[in-house]
């Protein structure tokens, strides 16, 4: 296969933890021919939706891991697939990017995750679908009515819509010290929809990233455990982490969201979970391949490009019978 990959610079991947390196290597043993674009590269002309990429070779040199040849505009569609590995924050630009991948998709373009799945499903709002496995969550810009949240429960994490890596979460405990602050901080003075949720007290056990390929659960998931006196576990927050076999409750909320996400065009999904709660439905650039594969031995990157190389074919051959 011929597969476009949209993704940050390459120089500033740890191929040590990088899942797009991952499959990214996967593909190149299997040998699919790897092309790396930037969000800047992507545009229309002439009602085309077209990419300015760059051929990649992995390769083991000393201070290097890939060698890039030069760049050529060529339609997406011209591609087997598409990969969409931008990380976030999902800003007005991010939002651009998806409606040029959705016109290229309309081309013919091969794109996964889905460009309109990708933007239909904001990863911290995604979760309110699934209310069952969440814990207590209100999702609003009105101080008053955040501050009742945090009088019921009592002990209340508050997080931004558009955030990651952990960055910009707060927990106001029972006695409600920097509440105040907190909403007026995250909520801009009301004039930012925020989430609040009951704090979850086995996040000391660990932020659970479970991955979802293909409309099938990964059998591993990824513990996150917060470093001494924090409250976020994940990685880019300094969390640690352990995999582990899926518990019955993993598996539940797993098996029941997995085909549902899938159906949508979601080929790849990060779930969280803490202890029994679902909190995030992660579709832009899920991570944790590199931690579950180096732990564990299951071939993450493998049952990837199986997915990749199936959904690819699948779309191709539809494409020529419409």
Known sequence: MKIAILADRLELLNIKKDSTYAMMQEAAARGHALHVFEQQHLHC???VVSTHAARVQLVDDAGTWFHREAAATLPL????????RKDPPFDME?????????????????????PSAVRNHNEKLAILEFAPFCAPTLVSREPSRLRAFHAEHGDVIFKPLDGMGGAGIFRVREDGMNLGATVEM???DGAVTIMAQRYIPAISEGDKRILLIGGKPVPHALARIPQAGEVRGNLAAGGRGEARVLT??????????????AARG????????????????NVTSPTCFREIMQQTGFDVAGMFIDALETAASLTHTNEEQS
């Open 45 to 47: 002309e002439g009602g």
């Open 94 to 114: 991010y939002l651009y990017s998806t409606y040029l991948l959705e016109m290229a998709q309309r081309q013919g373009a091969r794109i996964f995750n889905r």
């Open 266 to 281: 979601l080929l790849l999904v990060g779930l969280d979970v803490i202890g029994a709660h679902l909190t995030e439905v």
């Open 186 to 188: 995250l909520t801009r």
């Open 248 to 261: 019955a409750r993993d598996r539940e909320i797993a098996d029941t969201l997995a085909p549902v996400l």
């Open 77 to 84: 569609a011209q591609f087997d697939a598409v990969l969409v």
